[in-house]
């Protein structure tokens, strides 16, 4: 029951002071208050009531699963009370459907004494991806024991759900390994994790940060991730490509990131094994070996640096050095660690081999390369030049130093000049001294007969230059005595390191010029020279040689020496004279006069170490008469020549189509101004490839009487200038005819199907060729075929042919009948074997007839019998007739 009206409460509270001793108490004092009470809806003016209240009743999600509310529930009525609570949804405004949440009370009911208070907890939980907006709900409490159940109270309270930007990444690779330079490639998949569509932008990053550049986005690098009710999702293509700042093998982590603007809302690790790039560099220490002289060497280093990320190994090369000079390297391979350690770098070592006969003039540049051990381009080059160091020496010779020749003559002494060094040089000719009062005059002249004082020398040739006399004295053997000395301008050195008392840069020589009457000359002649015996050819492939046979004669007054100078064919051939096999190396006594000829040898007869010889034809015939096997025939007196040989051998290196003129000059050593005595062999540098068949008293029409073979001989020569591998082979066969060829030569094979024959110059092959006719032929029949040599080197160009034809005839045979052999034979067992068949027929006929009669009536009688028992009614002659 409810109260009325107002009552007023008067409160009186009194205090006594206790001071602390010594002190004396106050007086005590009194308060008085009055409280006026008013009859109205408070919860303390009925029997029943319930007041429900939420400390906070507006909360924003902060991404929980659960949100919890509390509520206090007091009894504010005057009795105990159980109080229902209830959660419903309410729509007011802004507030949206919550049909999505789960809301629970902890506690559905509580019983509370009067005024007595409780806290229950309302769990709200809210699910995933849930839409961003407000959500609104009302607690209630009602009094369960009110009679009347109008004691209740409620409390709204909201939650707001704010727009959520969230993520999950996968990757299609955490780990991938790619090489420098490289490329790789996978995919980041972003999964919305949040509760709207948002825009999300790829990042990534790494430490150091430079190393994040080494993976980019193939597209689209942001874009929107739609909600999509919590499914939605996107892919980002990357691509991943290292540099090789790092050593191979090691491992980067580089975090690939998903953002919402700056803010980073999900990220995964990508670890990226580097691999292994390759490279290197090299130098030299000297880029310029200059002045190495000839003969020795020069040495330098090459330093090869790893430029990749791993330990490698590498290979070093050289160009290829021009011929005669040699490159030595330590090594050619080197170990090297990566560019990003200590040992990234090695040292090689390498000399240059300068020849012997380098010019001054030459040079070279040498390409140093490296590379990978196992081949391949060349990750680098470096160029080393070498140069020459100029070597002056010099070498003079004068084989005739004594000439005569008549008053008011020219008397030449040759001298021959030589340049030993390796660098053109100026020489200077000049006359020191001479012995004649008045002086007689005196130049040198060159080989053309211009006069000169200095002269040019190419390195390491030789030039033959003339001391010109003038004979001016009147008296038979006067002479001048001149000293001639030659210089090398070029060269300063003044040492005489042979003692002889002059500098090594020159050379003297002492001639002698006398006058006399006397008359001094030599000739030559070439045997098959031509016509006129001085001029010969040569045609010969590289390595080739040929040797002319040679006449020297005396042309003089008294015997004399000759001297021999050939000029021409340097560099392309080698020349070499000789007698009796020793060569030339001087001088050689030329006798004048007869000498005596032995027809038997073909050639002058010798004896006590030279050609017997006599001033006269008669002082020759009367030695010749004394000899003990003389004869009209066997010996005769000539005017006497010396037998030599000249041999020319081509260079391996001349090239085909090179040439020259080599001329063979022969003096008298006491006249060398007269040059009269002259060869000359013209050289044609060519292979000649020239197969030829002796075809003299050969048949190339034969005949064979089956079943014969045929076989002869068929000989081929060499006749070309080179050794010839020569391929031998036949017409194809056909009809049945067959072709064999074979051969006892040496050098011929049979490789594969190929008949081969290696055949030197000159030589002969003989073939023995074998023709077989077809089998069981018994008809004529002619087989023309040919047979064929050619070079392998060259092939059907020089192909030599010849051809054949052989008739095959049937054999006469038996009896004159044209019967082979074999059908002789099969004849013969024919008429051996009627009469045995005649006496077989005439005694065993017979038998065998009355075997077969007995036979047919076996097989009668019982046919009728079986008639019989199967109840027929046909009589046996009924029965033969039916059959």
Not at 219 to 226: F, M, V
Not at 391 to 411: F, K, L, N, Y
Request: a negative charge; aromatic letters at 6%; glycine letters at 8%.
């Amino acid at each position: 029951q409810n109260a009325e009206g107002s009552c007023d409460t008067t409160i009186s509270a009194t205090a006594t002071e206790q001071p602390e001793p010594p002190e004396t108490p106050g007086q005590p004092a009194t308060e008085t208050k009055t409280v006026t009470t008013t009859a109205g809806d408070g919860s303390g003016s009925a029997l029943f009531g319930v007041e429900v209240s939420m400390p906070t009743t507006t909360k924003t999600w902060g991404g929980q699963s659960i949100i919890e509310y509390n509520v206090e529930v007091e009894n504010t009525g005057q009795t105990n009370e159980t109080i229902a609570l209830t959660v419903e949804e309410t729509d007011g405004a802004g507030c949206q459907n919550t049909d999505d949440f789960t809301v629970e009370l902890d506690e559905d009911s509580v019983n509370l004494d009067q005024n007595e208070s409780e806290t229950v907890v309302v769990s709200v939980e809210v699910p995933d991806g849930q839409a961003a907006d407000k959500y609104c709900w009302e607690v209630t409490g009602v009094v369960t024991n009110d009679p009347t159940q109008d004691a209740s109270d409620s409390e709204e309270f909201s939650l707001t759900v704010p727009e959520l930007r969230e993520c999950e990444m996968s990757l299609s690779k955490s780990t991938i390994s790619v090489n420098p330079g490289a490329e790789g490639t996978l995919s980041a998949t972003l999964t919305n994790t949040g509760n709207s569509d948002w825009s999300v932008t790829m990042g990534k990053s790494a430490t150091p940060a430079s190393r994040s550049s080494w993976v980019a986005y193939d597209g689209a690098s942001s874009g929107l991730l739609p909600y999509d009710d919590g499914e939605g999702t996107r892919t980002f293509d990357l691509k991943v490509s290292p540099d090789d700042s790092v050593t191979a093998g090691s491992e980067t982590v580089i975090n690939i990131l998903g953002k919402d603007g700056n803010a980073v809302k999900c990220s995964k690790e990508l670890r990226v094994k580097v691999g292994q790039s390759y490279g290197a560099s090299i130098s030299v220490s000297q880029s310029l070996l200059s002045n190495i002289e000839p003969g020795s060497n020069g040495t330098t280093t090459l330093t090869v640096t790893n430029d990749g990320n791993g330990p490698d190994n590498l290979r070093i090369s050289s160009s290829s050095a021009p011929s005669g000079w040699a490159v030595r390297l330590d090594a050619t391979t080197v170990s090297v660690g990566s560019k990003h350690g200590s040992e990234k770098s090695s040292d090689v070592s390498v000399t240059i081999d300068v020849p012997i006969n380098a010019l001054a003039t030459e040079e070279i540049d040498l390409t140093f390369s490296v590379r990978p051990s196992s081949g391949g381009a060349a990750y680098d080059e470096v160029v080393l030049r070498v140069t020459v160091k100029a070597v002056h020496g010099m070498q003079a010779d004068a084989p005739a130093t004594d000439q005569t020749g008549r008053s008011g003559s020219e008397v030449r002494f040759p001298i021959t000049i030589e340049n030993l060094g390796n660098v053109k040089d100026t020489f200077r000719c000049s006359v020191m001294q001479q012995t004649a009062t008045p002086a007689w005059g005196v130049h040198y002249e060159d080989a053309d007969g211009v006069q000169f004082v200095d002269i040019d020398i190419e390195p390491r040739s030789s030039i033959e230059v003339f001391l010109v006399v003038s004979v001016d004295g009147e008296e038979e053997l006067a002479y001048t005595r001149i000293t001639s000395r030659i210089t090398n301008r070029d060269d300063s050195s003044t040492a005489d390191l042979d003692g002889d008392g002059v500098p090594d840069n020159q050379r003297e020589f002492e001639f002698l010029a006398i006058l006399s009457d006397r008359n001094f000359a030599m000739d030559v002649r070439l045997i098959d020279g031509g016509l006129d015996e001085r001029t010969g050819t040569a045609v010969l492939p590289p390595s080739g040689s040929q040797t002319y046979l040679l006449w020297v004669m005396n042309t003089g007054d008294g015997n004399d020496e000759a001297l021999f100078d050939l000029s021409g064919l340097e560099g392309i051939a080698t020349r070499e004279l000789t007698i009796n096999g020793l060569p030339v190396e001087g001088p050689v006594s030329v006798p004048v006069g007869y000498g005596i000829w032995d027809f038997k040898n073909q050639t002058y007869l010798s004896g006590n170490g030279g050609p017997i010889t006599s001033a006269t034809e008669n002082g020759a015939q009367t030695i010749m008469l004394e000899l003990p096997d003389y004869s009209n025939t066997s010996y005769e007196a000539r005017p006497f020549k010396l037998k030599m040989e000249l041999k020319l051998t081509v260079n391996p290196g001349a090239n085909t189509g090179e040439g020259g003129v080599l001329d063979l000059t022969v003096t008298s050593v006491s006249n060398a101004a007269n040059r009269s005595g002259k060869i000359s062999i013209t050289l044609d540098v060519q292979i000649v490839y020239e197969l030829e068949f002796e075809s003299e008293n050969l048949e190339t029409e034969m005949s064979l009487t089956y079943p014969e073979r045929l076989e002869y001989t068929l000989n081929f020569t060499n006749s070309g200038n080179t050794p010839t591998e020569v391929l031998v082979f036949a017409s194809e066969s056909f009809r049945g005819w067959n072709i064999l060829i074979e051969s006892d030569f040496d050098g011929c094979v049979l490789e594969d199907s190929d008949f081969i024959c290696d055949v030197d110059v000159g030589e002969v092959v003989p073939l023995r060729i074998s023709v077989r006719p077809p089998f069981e032929i018994d008809i004529e029949d002619t087989f023309k075929f040919t047979i064929s040599v050619q070079p392998t080197e060259t092939g059907v160009v020089d192909r030599e042919n010849i051809e054949f034809e052989v008739l095959g005839v049937p054999s006469k045979g038996f009896l004159g009948l044209g019967l082979s052999a074999e059908q002789v034979q099969t004849s013969l067992v024919i008429v051996l074997a009627l009469p045995l068949l005649l006496l077989f027929y005439r005694v065993g006929m017979p038998a065998v007839q009355g075997t077969m009669e007995t036979s047919r009536r076996g097989r009668k009688n019982a046919h009728v019998q079986q008639l019989i028992d199967d109840g027929a009614p046909r009589t046996i002659h009924e029965h033969n007739e039916g059959k």
